[in-house]
């Protein structure tokens, strides 16, 4: 994409998100680090930035689905997705070994998906942290010896840290889709829109949501996502959030149009160019 002039981004530079941010845009001002997903929508709606990237789901570990809830509450709309291939090192700082390393930081999701390495290191206790990169960030700045962090390869080219292990995940496919987000609605040509997301409820009618499927299908979409949230305020009714890719501009523009009447509190969460094609 063109020239951003303020990102929000989860975590610091050298973060994932960081990763995707340079990736996705040709050129960026700067950058806004946040260290929650609400600072980031914050800063979002009160214009402090332009767009934000946030995770949305990862190939391992599913839907994070509190994200879905931040875009649905603030209105905020999708104009772009990116696949990111995850790839986990282990770093510390210069001149140290993995068997001199006693406890290795990093967000509770990198150490998820690297726990079976960590099985061959009984002696090294795993601590949990807000950000992977600010963990490495922290072992430069103050030269702590003993720990390590999980982090991007990014990570330990910005704060001059050893990578002792690569590729430490436990299942070495490891992908993490993120959506470029922003207040106001994209701004991308109908003849570049191959993907949507949206949102809607229904009723305990039984077979309500076959036949939402089958309209999709009948309309020649293709489903390539659906997640479920309860309404916090209507116990046991739930909203649907699905992703739909799809051919033909038309095709899709009908079958919003049926989904809008069948379905209750229709919503469009973005429409954007595919991330996958």
């Not at 995707?20 to 050129?27: K, L, P, S």
């Not at 950058?31 to 609400?38: P, V």
């Not at 995770?55 to 570990?61: D, F, K, T």
């Not at 209105?75 to 995850?86: A, C, F, H, P, S």
């Amino acid at each position: 994409m063109n020239k951003i002039n303020n990102i929000a981004i989860q975590g610091i530079k050298g973060s994932f998100h960081h990763s995707v941010a340079e990736q996705y845009f040709d050129d960026v001002d700067s950058f806004k680090e946040c260290m929650t997903f609400d600072a980031l929508v914050d800063s979002l709606l009160e214009d402090k930035t332009d767009v934000a990237v946030m995770a949305i789901e990862n190939s391992i570990a599913g839907s994070i689905i509190p994200n879905y809830a931040l875009i649905d509450t603030n209105d905020l709309q999708i104009i772009g997705e990116y696949y990111l291939d995850i790839q986990h090192n282990l770093m510390a700082f210069a001149g140290q070994s993995i068997e001199e390393i006693t406890e290795v930081h990093s967000h509770p999701m990198a150490l998820l998906q690297c726990k079976e390495f960590f099985k061959s290191y009984p002696n090294i206790k795993l601590v949990e942290t807000r950000d992977t990169a600010d963990v490495a960030k922290t072992i430069s700045e103050d030269k702590i010896s003993g720990i390590a962090a999980i982090a991007s390869e990014t990570a330990s080219r910005l704060y001059n840290l050893e990578i002792l292990e690569r590729s430490i995940q436990t299942i070495k496919h490891n992908e993490t889709r993120f959506v470029i987000v922003r207040k106001n609605k994209s701004e991308i040509v109908k003849a570049e829109i191959n993907k949507a997301s949206l949102k809607f409820e229904l009723n305990h009618k039984r077979g309500s949501l076959a036949a939402i499927l089958n309209v999709l299908s009948d309309c020649k979409l293709n489903l390539t996502k659906i997640q479920s949230l309860p309404k916090i305020n209507t116990p046991w009714k739930y909203a649907f959030f699905i992703d739909v890719t799809f051919d033909v501009y038309s095709d899709y523009n009908k079958a919003k149009s049926i989904v809008n009447i069948m379905a209750e509190n229709f919503k469009i969460l973005g429409e954007y160019k595919n991330g996958k094609s």
